[in-house]
C-alpha cells in the first residue's frame, strides 16, 4: 500500500486568465506568470475575505447585525478582530468578527478555539475564505 493523497483544486477563470495560465494553450507568453510576474502574487494568502472584496463582507454582516428599529443583534455590539486583537481576546467584551487571511489560519483556529471555551456566550462569526 502507497501513501497517495490527491488535492482537488478549482481556480477561477477569472485568476487562471490573469496569471496568464490560461493563455499558454493558446501560445499567449506575454501574460501574467509567462510575463515574469511573482506566481504568488496571484494567491492572496495575505488578505482576507473582506478585503479581496472590498469590504463588502464586513458592510453586509454589519447590515443585518442592526435591525431597521436600530436594536443590536442579541443585544452585543459586533467588533471586527484585528491580529492585534487575537492575543488579547479577554479585553473585548463584545461580539466578535474574525476576518483572518489564510496565511494565519494555523494560529487563528487555535484562538478561536481557546476563546470559544473561555467565553461561550458571546457569538462569533468567522470567514474563512478559501482560495
Known sequence: MHGLIIHVIWIAGT?????????????DFLEGMMAGQNPLSFVPLN???????????????RHWW??????VWNGLELQKLSPEDWFSLHTIQKARLWLPPPAAM???????????LAYPCFPMFSLFPAL
Not at 487562471?16 to 494553450?25: A, E, N, P, W, Y
Not at 494555523?106 to 470559544?116: A, H, K, M, W
Open 15 to 27: 485568476r487562471m486568465k490573469k496569471s496568464g495560465i490560461d493563455g499558454l494553450s493558446r501560445g
Open 66 to 71: 442592526v435591525d431597521e428599529a436600530g436594536k
Open 106 to 116: 494555523e494560529t487563528v483556529v487555535e484562538l478561536f478555539n481557546e476563546d470559544r
Open 47 to 61: 488578505k482576507d475575505a473582506n478585503e479581496q472584496m472590498l469590504g463588502h463582507v464586513e458592510t453586509w454582516i
